[in-house]
């Protein structure tokens, strides 16, 4: 079975910084890009960065600069560092399984979950 | 950046009806069938329904359904059941960035 676990949200002032985590189980984690996707309270998703497998990143421009991605293929996780953090950051940040061509992905497995509140 | 709206925004209905939910894209998605449906139920994340508009994700019931391509794209769900009750997202995956609707809440009426 396909599972991925978040782990790293909590509360933090503006201007701080949070370093997500998402463990992969049940496939092969290196032959995947991963992706985070982020959904503030009541909107819609807002996909946040993508990292492919041999490790070429792609960020949304809300967070380009601050955010970055990057994944150990040997522990089957991949990260979400984020500094700077704003108060709009604030968001469910779900870490997905993308799948498709490079450049042309959508999600078929989505993890729980963590919260990140940025806020003084 | 291509934008998606989604409308209803809210749709209000019952067991057994047929519910059609519309997603268009602005500018054109020039891969254009490359566009995913998602179900989402509070506290949850979503749940993969249809990519490339309207192949079904496995495990999922023929009564969901998807059409469209370039500009407009539909979900019909052909006879709404109690679990369908949530709300339902489109995500364009033709460029960067990666976009979504705003979502379609389906309310029991």
């Known amino acids: 079975e396909v599972q991925l676990l978040e782990s790293g949200g909590g509360l933090v002032q503006p201007g701080g910084s949070l370093r997500l985590s998402c463990a992969a189980s049940g496939f092969t984690f290196s032959d995947y890009a991963m992706s985070w996707v982020r959904q503030a309270s009541g909107k819609g998703p807002e996909w946040v960065s993508i990292i492919y497998g041999g490790g070429s990143p792609y960020y949304a421009d809300s967070v380009k600069g601050r955010f970055s991605i990057s994944r150990d293929n040997f522990k089957n996780t991949f990260y979400l560092q984020m500094n700077s953090l704003r108060v709009e950051d604030t968001a469910v940040y779900y870490c997905?399984?993308?799948?498709?061509?490079?450049?042309?992905?959508?999600?078929?497995?989505w993890g729980q979950g963590t919260l990140v509140t940025v806020s003084s | 950046d291509i934008q998606m709206t989604q409308s209803p925004s809210t749709l209000s209905a019952s067991v057994g009806d047929r519910v059609t939910i519309t997603c268009r894209a602005s500018?054109?998605?020039?891969?254009?069938?490359?566009l995913a449906w998602y179900q989402q139920k509070p506290g949850k994340a979503p749940k993969l329904l249809i990519s490339?508009?309207?192949i079904l994700e496995s495990g999922v019931p023929s009564r969901f359904s998807g059409s469209g391509s370039g500009t407009e794209f539909t979900l019909t769900i052909s006879s709404l059941q109690p679990d369908d009750f949530a709300t339902y997202y489109c995500?364009?995956?033709?460029?960067?960035?990666?976009?979504f609707g705003g979502g379609t809440k389906v309310e029991i009426k």
């Open positions: 500018p054109t998605i020039s891969i254009s069938m490359f």
């Open positions: 490339k508009a309207s």
């Open positions: 995500q364009q995956y033709s460029s960067y960035p990666l976009t």
């Open positions: 997905a399984k993308a799948v498709g061509a490079a450049g042309t992905t959508w999600f078929d497995t």
